[in-house]
């Protein structure tokens, strides 16, 4: 869809982080009134927001939203060394951050506030909201990397090779990377518009940045199999059980032949979420990218989301009405 469409208006910023990094923000607005709500992306390790974004920001937009988008840190447009993330939790307060400066404008301190993550952003909503427990009206999450799938888990011996090297040489580049834009879509016609996005990383990841991923997502997994609060990673604290630590309403979303991140474990986070307001969506047959499956896949999903939000952007139903949903 067009970035520069009748009906929306499209911007573009660089904002300095706290270490001095220019980030590059983007941001879909109506043109003709205020957005009833405000939705902001926290996009996929291999992705970016101006491109990746732009259909899921057009479509929101038309139901009535404000979206908010920002490159990581290293990512495409954003400055940083390509894809190297040396601390996980530097993602989650750039983005907690700059969402927050914009919710707190005087023209949007009476909207509603919502994150929407695929993939590796689902953990940083889960961890924006953690530092904030009570400021989010709810999360959208699709695909979250609650878990590496086992087909893409890397072998323990692997692992402990990984951390030892990372000590010494972080920023290598030795891994091989499966192209993973054959295991995120089905459609071929999806695959070969996500290949003409210029900004879309398809090389080696730095070991560092390896080791973030995976540490962030087995700790994460860990606390949703066990009972008491668990920590591994010096780097970005503490992470409490997913029953205190999601409280926010949320919908979580995953393609149940999804090779990139578990289905599974969303259902577990689902399940064990302390929230009284969530939903899990199970699409059959959908793989991990599901807004870049066929059309008439694509448009049940996006009509999910849309629903889910207008519920509770409009407040036509309060939150102790609502109940916990689960479907396939």
Aim: proline share 6%; aromatic share 8%.
């Amino acid at each position: 869809m067009d970035h520069h469409s009748e009906d929306i208006k499209y911007e573009e910023e660089f904002v300095v982080n706290s270490r001095g990094n220019k980030l590059f923000t983007c941001r879909w607005t109506p043109q003709n009134f205020q957005p009833k709500a405000l939705i902001f992306i926290c996009h996929g390790i291999a992705a970016e927001c101006s491109i990746s974004m732009r259909d899921a920001a057009a479509r929101l937009v038309r139901a009535g939203y404000g979206v908010y988008g920002i490159d990581h840190e290293g990512h495409d447009r954003s400055s940083g060394r390509r894809r190297y993330i040396p601390n996980f939790s530097d993602i989650v307060t750039d983005c907690s951050d700059n969402f927050m400066s914009i919710c707190e404008k005087p023209e949007n301190r009476e909207k509603k506030r919502f994150l929407y993550s695929i993939s590796m952003g689902g953990s940083v909503a889960l961890l924006i909201h953690k530092k904030s427990p009570d400021y989010w009206d709810g999360a959208i999450l699709l695909a979250p990397m609650c878990k590496v799938s086992d087909d893409m888990k890397p072998h323990p011996i692997v692992v402990s090779a990984l951390t030892m090297i990372c000590a010494v040489a972080p920023s290598w580049r030795i891994i091989p990377t499966p192209d993973i834009i054959d295991k995120v879509c089905d459609d071929p016609e999806m695959r070969k518009e996500v290949r003409s996005n210029p900004y879309i990383y398809r090389g080696k990841l730095p070991l560092k940045t390896c080791h973030e991923l995976l540490m962030v997502s087995l700790d994460i997994e860990k606390n949703l199999n066990q009972a008491i609060p668990f920590c591994s990673h010096p780097g970005w604290g503490t992470i409490l059980l997913f029953e205190s630590m999601v409280t926010m309403p949320f919908l979580v979303l995953h393609g149940g032949d999804d090779i990139v991140t578990d289905p599974s474990v969303s259902k577990l986070l689902f399940e064990k979420a302390s929230s009284r307001d969530k939903t899990f969506k199970l699409y059959s047959g959908m793989w991990h990218a599901l807004a870049a499956e066929f059309p008439d896949d694509v448009e049940r999903v996006y009509s999910d989301i849309i629903t889910w939000l207008d519920e509770r952007a409009n407040c036509a139903v309060s939150i102790s009405e609502m109940s916990s949903t689960s479907s396939v």
